[in-house]
């Protein structure tokens, strides 16, 4: 992502905006865990792609839009739909704020849910 200021132009990593999102997750409500909760034989023998992402995976489109895919593991009992909205706002807003991003897409996949 770039961002061009009266001074020149600041790059900022994929992987900064990643870092940004898992804690931001890591400090809202009801999340046990990122990622997927199946690490089994067979996934890691064939590589399904879930391990090589670990739950957050952030893609820049052509113009300039931030999509960020989150894989969460719900604690057992919280209002999913609830949760997940939070958490999405959350997110939206940190970026905005951090990174002066405008056009940002957040997408929660709800992949497991724990005690």
């Known amino acids: 992502m770039q961002v061009t200021t009266e001074f ?5 990593s994929l992987q900064a ?3 940004i999102v ?7 409500y009801g ?6 909760p199946q690490t ?3 996934t890691k023998l064939f590589g399904t792609g879930e ?5 957050i995976k952030v893609t820049e489109e052509i113009d300039g839009t931030l999509e960020i895919d989150i894989d969460l593991i719900l604690e057992y009992g ?7 909205e939070n958490i999405q706002e959350n997110v939206f807003h940190k970026l905005k704020e951090l990174t002066e991003a405008t056009n940002i897409k957040v997408n ?3 992949v497991g849910l724990q005690d």
């Open 78 to 84: 919280v209002r999913i739909p609830t949760v997940v």
């Open 8 to 12: 020149g132009k600041i790059d900022i």
């Open 22 to 28: 898992k804690k931001v997750v890591s400090e809202s």
């Open 51 to 55: 391990d090589s992402r670990k739950g």
């Open 108 to 110: 929660i996949h709800v």
């Open 40 to 42: 089994g034989f067979l």
């Open 17 to 19: 905006i990643s870092s």
């Open 31 to 36: 999340p046990v865990n990122v990622g997927s």
